[in-house]
């Protein structure tokens, strides 16, 4: 079975979108994203997809959407997250990338989460829920400074990082 890996940057207010789009530019995290994604399969939510406009290059590409009549060229679209873990199962890991609806469909399945956290709030209208911190634990922390200052955080599941 795939490990099963959310990643996402967060504002410190816990914005993670605004009208679609990311509301801020930090080039390092997106080279980051790129680097740590590429080769896996990405699942996302059509919104999410529709905010990038195109599959990303070297990675399967999973649309959830409840459109069953939607096709979108260069993706697998599905309809439910069981469907998408499903289809990735064969996977070493498979990555899910937004939106807030999709990470709280996978939050249950979800065995390691890696939080890019800005350290000032931004205005925006789609929000992550606080990690549940009696869930996971944080087993990694690095401080990030070129266009301003983030963290990237990593958290795993208690029973995953206690070798369960």
């Given at each position: 079975?795939?490990?099963?890996?959310?990643?996402?940057?967060?504002?410190?207010?816990?914005?993670?979108?605004?009208?679609?789009?990311?509301?801020?530019?930090?080039?390092?995290?997106?080279?980051?994203?790129?680097?740590?994604?590429?080769?896996?399969?990405?699942?996302?939510g059509?919104?999410?997809?529709?905010?990038?406009?195109?599959?990303?290059?070297?990675?399967?590409?999973?649309?959830?959407?409840?459109?069953?009549?939607?096709?979108?060229?260069?993706?697998?679209?599905?309809?439910?997250?069981e469907?998408?873990?499903?289809?990735?199962?064969?996977?070493?890991?498979?990555?899910?990338?937004?939106?807030?609806?999709?990470?709280?469909?996978?939050?249950?399945?979800?065995?390691?989460?890696?939080?890019?956290?800005?350290?000032?709030?931004?205005?925006?209208?789609?929000?992550?829920?606080?990690?549940?911190?009696?869930?996971f634990?944080?087993?990694?922390?690095?401080?990030?400074?070129?266009?301003?200052?983030?963290?990237?955080?990593?958290?795993?599941?208690?029973s995953?990082?206690?070798?369960?």
């Amino acid at each position: 079975m795939a490990e099963v890996i959310i990643i996402v940057a967060v504002a410190k207010n816990n914005v993670i979108g605004r009208d679609g789009t990311l509301p801020w530019h930090l080039p390092s995290d997106l080279r980051h994203f790129k680097k740590t994604t590429m080769g896996y399969p990405l699942i996302m939510g059509r919104k999410t997809y529709e905010s990038i406009g195109r599959p990303l290059p070297g990675r399967d590409n999973v649309v959830m959407t409840r459109n069953t009549d939607l096709e979108l060229p260069g993706c697998i679209v599905v309809h439910t997250m069981e469907e998408a873990i499903d289809h990735c199962r064969n996977e070493e890991k498979v990555f899910i990338i937004g939106g807030a609806d999709i990470f709280k469909l996978a939050m249950s399945m979800t065995d390691t989460i890696i939080y890019t956290a800005l350290e000032r709030d931004v205005e925006g209208d789609v929000y992550l829920d606080p990690i549940d911190t009696n869930m996971f634990e944080i087993v990694d922390r690095k401080a990030c400074d070129e266009e301003e200052p983030y963290q990237i955080i990593r958290y795993e599941r208690k029973s995953r990082a206690m070798g369960g």
